[in-house]
């Protein structure tokens, strides 16, 4: 039997039908705008090989390069003890725009939250405790992707690698916040990132807050670079977890010195200094984020990928390409 097309039960159905139509239709419309506009306003940063704000002038001569020089003496500190500190990396204006683009990028729904390659809101294993740790923010605000060309941080990089050109590794943020900021447990880099060779990496780590004693500045075992490569610990998990993995020598030559350090202010160590910082509590923020680098010409030690969402360089390769810029070459 067929139904009366005309009768009102047979209408009816047919105007809910429409209805549906028409709900599913803006619905599809609303999921195809917003995926527009996400795919419109995320910028990877990272296809970016140099600087694209005006944050930092980049030296046109030979000449105009020299201010940014370490001194004979300071690269010689970081051979014999491990560190060179006080570095000034950055004026007032700077310290503003990097604290407004943190601001920006703590909150997980920011827009381009999905090119962090590590994203811990508090990483401590302390539950009374908040370290905010992360990685990858360089492919996100154009003052943290600028930093990378510094010419304050590449020519002393640059030194302090023996001449070499310089390759960008990855950056870090680490935040501790007033009155229960973590620990970073005592470690040596180079322990977490045995995925790369040779050993010839650096670390740059710069305030955004006066880092003191009190709010819980970086702290350095001076020579401890001459230990060789101990077991990585849990990085923010217990302060002393490193102990297990030293030598009776080892501890009895264990003594911390603090890096106080006024905001702007940088401290570069070596791939294999043990060092640390304790808890804040205090009731001013620490705030610093933190550049690595490696001398061109380092290659991948793994075929699994090396940064999460980074797709992976076949072991032996080079590393190189859109995720590890080449920041400083003097032959250039
Ligand atoms: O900011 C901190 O307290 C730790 C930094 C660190 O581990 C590093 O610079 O490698």
Known sequence: ?????SSPQCYSHFLIFIMILTLFHRIDVEIIGINYLTMTEIKDLAEKHRMVSDMFKLPKSKEAWEP???TDEQVAHFHEEGYVSGIKMLNEAQITVLRNDLEEILDPKHQ???????FHSNESTDLDSVLFHSLGHWRITEGFHDVLW???????????????PVRFWHDQLFCKPAKHGGVVAWHQDYSYWTRTIAMQHLTCWTGLDDATVENGCLHYIPKSHKWGLLDAPELAGDMNGIMAYLTEEQKAAFKPVPIELKKGYATF???LMVHGSYKNESN???RAFVLNVFADGTISNTDDELLAGVPPIPKGNKMEGKFFPLLFDAEI
């Open 1 to 5: 039997m067929y139904s009366d097309v």
């Open 68 to 70: 940014y020089r370490l």
């Open 112 to 118: 381009a939250h999905e090119l962090f390659y590590e």
């Open 150 to 164: 510094n010419p304050a941080f590449v020519m002393a990089a640059h030194q302090l690698l023996d001449s070499k």
């Open 269 to 271: 160590h070596h791939p």
């Open 284 to 286: 001013r923020s620490r």
